[in-house]
């Protein structure tokens, strides 16, 4: 496992990965036991065997070692003893020094007595640009110094993504100003044409000061691509695009084949399956090549479907998220949900039985769901001999699996919407 956090000194400005699972000593070089993992020299207040840090599973826990001038965390004494457990940011002082622990695709940069944290995302794309998500989360800016600083202009740049200026406000000595960054313009179009994931180069200049890059980058994900960091689920609605062309063609044919209990959730479900069952000749093929370890390209409708062939491919999820979008298109509430056995995922795609009010994009409750929705395995459409299965197959062997597999999540379509999770365009 990669590490997660990261501690940063902010004056002078040093910076140590926290690796997983293994307590990290802070403080100074002993004469008999050598130098901690962590080295605050010079400063003489920092006693040599001062505290411990232990990052696990998303969480890392702080201990005082029984230090002559003490800890504190968030302004707040830590006791010998007492061990104070975090996630997300922290700010600690030892002896003199100012500490910082932040996840490990921060970065943190320095400008004289002035140190900033850009909470920078660990990766981004498309569909995080589609779901509000955003490519900085907010800048902190501490002053390390006796005298007020500021104000300034800090300059952002990814390579052919974004390029924005934020204005520093003066900052008390000892203080730190943390300012949002809702706000900045990201070049969508840059985006939609990024065809595989790659790393950008990230530059910063206060003032027109370039300050040194460390050979910094982000992970810029290509245009189709899913990614699996939890943070990310609820962007898979982005993929749900219910007004493309071969979609609409697909509802205007289930119209046509509505069964008893016409347009209800559960009828419209059963013809959409028949019809990319007996329209379509649908092949189940595997991930598109390319596809990392990190993430999933996605076939969207313009490569997984071909009106006039009447053919197409596609993984389970590929094909899920295309019975979603044709759902979503006639008026229902569809839900796609991802479950795995030990090895690999997989993606079937259902529909609440009654409408609602949708507020929660991501549902973790599985029985919630057995009980409220209707499922089907969209493999079941496809004319691989392993894979082909009537409607009724197809939900027998749904409610199976979910009995069987670890259920994962579900990402409610309507709610994603309703909380700003807008289809990706099509190219």
């Not at 800890?71 to 600690?92: C, D, E, F, H, Y």
Request: charged letters at 20%; aromatic letters at 4%.
């Amino acid at each position: 496992m990669s590490d997660l956090f990261q501690l940063a000194r902010l004056y002078p400005l040093q910076v140590w990965p926290l690796p997983n699972g293994r307590p990290q000593v802070i403080g100074r070089p002993h004469p008999d036991l050598g130098p901690p993992d962590i080295d605050l020299s010079p400063d003489i207040l920092v006693s040599r065997r001062h505290a411990t840090i232990t990052v696990s599973d998303q969480h890392y826990s702080l201990a005082d070692l029984g230090s002559r001038h003490g800890t504190t965390v968030q302004g707040q004494p830590l006791l010998k003893g007492q061990i104070a457990k975090r996630s997300g940011r922290t700010a600690m002082r030892l002896g003199q020094s100012i500490v910082q622990i932040a996840p490990c695709h921060h970065i943190f940069v320095e400008h004289g007595n002035v140190a900033i944290e850009i909470g920078m995302a660990p990766e981004y794309g498309l569909a995080q640009y589609r779901s509000g998500g955003r490519i900085i989360s907010q800048i902190a800016v501490t002053n390390t110094g006796k005298q007020l600083s500021g104000p300034a202009s800090l300059s952002i740049e990814v390579e052919d993504v974004l390029h924005s200026v934020v204005e520093i406000p003066e900052t008390l000595p000892e203080n730190t100003t943390v300012i949002g960054c809702r706000l900045l313009e990201v070049n969508e179009q840059s985006l939609a044409k990024q065809v595989e994931r790659s790393s950008k180069r990230i530059t910063a200049s206060v003032d027109g000061l370039r300050l040194p890059d460390n050979h910094r980058s982000i992970e810029i994900l290509a245009f189709n691509e899913w990614s699996f960091r939890r943070e990310a689920r609820t962007s898979l609605a982005s993929f749900t695009v219910p007004n493309d062309a071969r979609i609409a063609d697909i509802c205007v044919a289930t119209q046509t084949l509505r069964y008893q209990g016409r347009g209800s959730p559960a009828a419209d479900l059963a013809a959409i399956y028949q019809v990319l069952s007996e329209r379509y000749h649908l092949a189940y093929v595997p991930d598109p090549p390319y596809s990392s370890s990190g993430g999933q390209k996605i076939r969207l409708p313009e490569s997984a479907l071909d009106i006039e062939s009447a053919r197409g491919a596609g993984t389970c999820l590929d094909l899920a998220l295309i019975v979603a979008a044709a759902l979503e298109h006639l008026g229902h509430q569809p839900l796609v949900c991802v479950i795995r056995d030990q090895t690999t995922r997989h993606a079937i795609v259902g529909v609440w039985k009654n409408r609602g009010p949708r507020i929660e994009p991501l549902i973790t409750n599985k029985h919630r769901l057995l009980n409220e929705a209707l499922f089907i395995d969209p493999t079941g459409t496809t004319t691989n001999p392993d894979k082909q299965m009537t409607t009724a197959e197809s939900r027998a062997l749904v409610d199976r699996v979910m009995m069987s597999h670890r259920f994962e999540f579900a990402v409610d379509i309507t709610a994603a919407r309703n909380d700003g999770v807008q289809p990706v365009a099509a190219r």
